[in-house]
């Protein structure tokens, strides 16, 4: 199995948004992600734009651009992401204070993770915790 030999995430989920500026704001302002790159269209919707937390990364664009990954995203549901981070808490007094709709609060789980989860102004489910599985490519 190939892997990144320089540290570089091999998984990145990519999202497709109606109002992808709406959605940089809100995955920067409420949920902490921060902007490593935006490309924007002539007409200001946004072509790719990529956002990183911790060692991790999504990239994402505005829908109704065309090609074929529009084309094959088009009846796709809203995603779900999983997110590792280091304080559960504050995570999510963060993502509250910037209006978040909270699907649930901070809650220990079974198998030693504290998770909590929020579903974004498009549909899509972030889950924030703390369990990371360790990959061994």
């Known amino acids: 199995m ?5 540290g570089r995430p091999s998984v990145y989920p990519t999202l497709q948004y109606a109002d992808a500026k709406a959605a940089i704001r809100q995955l920067t302002e409420a949920f902490g992600f921060t902007g490593l790159a935006v490309y924007e269209d002539e007409d200001g919707s946004v072509a790719h734009a990529e956002l990183v937390q911790g060692n991790g990364a999504v990239m994402l664009g505005s829908k109704g651009k065309g090609g074929r990954f529009d084309e094959a995203m088009k009846n796709g549901g809203p995603s779900g992401v999983y997110v590792v ?17 909270i699907l649930m609060p901070p809650t220990d789980q079974d198998y030693g993770s504290r998770d909590y989860m929020a579903r974004d102004l498009e549909g899509n489910i972030w889950s924030f915790g703390t ?4 990959v061994r490519g």
């Open 131 to 134: 369990y990371a599985p360790e």
């Open 2 to 6: 190939a892997g990144n030999e320089d």
């Open 85 to 101: 981070v280091t304080d559960v808490d504050a995570h999510h007094r963060r993502a509250v204070e910037h209006g978040a709709e």
